[in-house]
C-alpha cells in the first residue's frame, strides 16, 4: 500500500462575477467562437469548488509538471498581450507561489474584450 503524504491546502473560492458579466456581455457570435477554440470551459465559472476532492486531486500533483519559472512569464505574457516585464511587474507572492491579481488580468481582458486576445485571456 502506498501512503499518500499528507497536503495542506488553503483554498479560497475566487469570486467570478467579473467575468461572468464579460461572458454575459459578449454576443452570440463571439460566445460561439469562444466555445470552439476552448470548449465550454466558461460554463465552469458557475461550478462551486468542492474543497475535499481538490485537495484529494492536489495528493497526486506531480510538481515537476511545472515549467520553468522565465518560460511561462514568458508565454504567459504573450497569451495576455502584454510585454513579459509587465507580467513580471504584475507578479505578486502569495506563499511559495506567485500569481497575477485578478485586476491586471480582468484590464487585459477588458482592454482585448472583443477580439480572439481577449478570448484567450478569458480562457
Known sequence: MIKMPLVHLDLKQN???DLLDIWERWGVT???NFDKRYGHI???LKIQIDDQL???IVQFW????RG???EHRRKLAKMMGVTPREVDQNLRKNGDNECIPWSFRR???MKHQDTEQGQ???A
Open 120 to 122: 484567450l485571456v478569458m
Open 54 to 56: 481538490l485537495k484529494v
Open 107 to 109: 484590464s487585459c481582458t
Open 42 to 44: 466558461a460554463r465552469l
Open 15 to 17: 469570486d467570478f462575477t
Open 68 to 70: 520553468q519559472k522565465t
Open 30 to 32: 463571439t460566445r460561439a
Open 62 to 65: 506531480d510538481p515537476s509538471y
